[in-house]
């Protein structure tokens, strides 16, 4: 690719990055050391823990539950559900196009479950989120759809 090609998408994806940044830990959100200084550890545990999830599953069976008996909106649930599964995605669709590294898959998900979990984890340490396993199965089914998609394509020369 060339070089000023090159610049100009990473700077979009640094772009995009930045705002996921702000989607996730600023936007409606504060970010909060206190359990630092009041008690360490343990009160983070006590303060986070209607904040973290680690069932598979539970928060979007959750989310189709309150949706079938009318408590939440399509809205809601297609803005969790849907929002999670397409966070990533345009990652999926960039990476392996500028990085040459991405375009094997053992280095491209490994990089991507490496970086939703400290993502996750960073959102339980600043209590600005919650830690839920169902964003991060649904982020990673996100980039996996894609990025086979892309590469399936890129693959076949468009056609299948």
């Not at 702000?22 to 550890?41: E, V």
């Not at 600005?128 to 996100?142: P, Q």
């Not at 996996?144 to 892309?150: D, N």
């Amino acid at each position: 690719m060339e070089n000023t090609q090159h610049r100009f998408w990473t700077s979009i994806m640094l772009l995009y990055a930045a705002f996921l940044v702000y989607l996730l830990f600023i936007s409606n959100r504060t970010i909060n050391l206190s359990w630092i200084d009041h008690g360490g550890w343990t009160y983070l545990q006590k303060a986070m823990i209607l904040k973290i999830n680690l069932k598979p599953f539970a928060t979007i069976n959750n989310y189709l539950y309150k949706y079938s008996i009318g408590y939440v909106g399509a809205n809601e649930v297609l803005r969790n559900i849907g929002g999670n599964l397409v966070a990533f995605t345009p990652f999926a669709l960039f990476f392996p196009a500028l990085y040459r590294k991405m375009k094997h898959r053992i280095n491209f998900y490994s990089f991507w479950i490496v970086m939703l979990v400290l993502i996750e984890a960073t959102q339980y340490l600043t209590m600005s989120g919650a830690m839920d396993v169902d964003d991060f199965i649904l982020n990673m089914l996100g980039l996996i759809i894609v990025y086979e998609l892309f590469k399936k394509k890129s693959k076949t020369g468009g056609t299948q």
